[in-house]
């Protein structure tokens, strides 16, 4: 099966500008995640939906951040405006229905963002 | 609150030698407990995971996993390193009576096997 496609794969902006960033989970999967992953740290749970439901954003900084998942399908996470300390690589993951929690995420590769 | 510690930042083994992952846990109901392995620009990978049952889990690339309730332990474990295990592991705690379902990530150690 295809895996968790993410584009672009590096952006680099200057701070105060505007970036977003693309998901296509696996065919199927209903649940669709968004980390962010800085250097030297584990991944940390931006967003997480179910189908086009949020599930969890309790860490998202939603003055800034923002994510849809529109026909639960793929999805889009924007940060506007950026700051120095979003630099981060930003990962989606995705896995089957939410059965009690237990199957295992699959993950793209993820998107190196560079805020200067 | 959920927590995941991986004591060590960077672990060392010879080619050949047993090798030893350390994970600790803390959560206040049942934890599902994974382990995912990162190789440079790519994203995680699952390895194994414990959801119940028997506390020795066995995963892929020849990896297992004990899961020790009372020490509240989950160590990834082989038996012969290779050179290609040489990446950064991370695992991860689901606290399954939350309902949020939700994984916390250690900190991640990176295992450097030496030929």
């Known amino acids: 099966e295809a895996g968790v496609a993410q584009s672009p794969r590096y952006k680099i902006i200057e701070k105060r500008q505007s970036v977003a960033f693309w998901c296509n989970p696996i065919?199927?999967?209903?649940?669709l995640y968004w980390y962010q992953q800085i250097l030297g740290q584990g991944p940390k749970l931006l967003i997480q939906f179910q189908n086009n439901g949020v599930v969890d954003d309790s860490q998202l900084p939603k003055d800034r951040f923002s994510a849809e998942r529109l026909k639960g399908v793929d999805s889009t996470l924007k940060i506007q405006p950026a700051k120095l300390e979003d630099s981060a690589v930003y990962l989606c993951?995705?896995?089957?229905?939410?059965?009690?929690?237990?199957?295992?995420?699959?993950f793209g590769p993820g998107t190196r963002l560079t805020v200067l | 609150a959920q927590s995941v510690a991986q004591p060590e930042d960077q672990v060392n083994v010879a080619e050949g030698n047993p090798l030893t992952v350390k994970c600790t846990y803390s959560v206040s109901g049942n934890p599902y407990l994974f382990w995912y392995v990162q190789y440079p620009n790519r994203g995680l990978q699952f390895l194994l995971k414990?959801?119940?049952?028997?506390?020795l889990v066995k995963g892929s690339y020849g990896f297992e996993a004990e899961f020790n309730k009372s020490q509240t332990s989950f160590h990834l474990k082989k038996p012969s390193a290779l050179v290609s295990d040489s990446a950064l592991y991370f695992c991860a705690v689901r606290d399954q009576d939350s309902g949020t379902y939700k994984y916390i990530f250690g900190t991640g150690t990176r295992l450097k096997v030496l030929a």
């Open positions: 993951a995705s896995s089957r229905p939410m059965d009690g929690g237990y199957n295992e995420q699959f």
């Open positions: 414990y959801i119940t049952g028997d506390n």
């Open positions: 065919s199927g999967h209903a649940t």
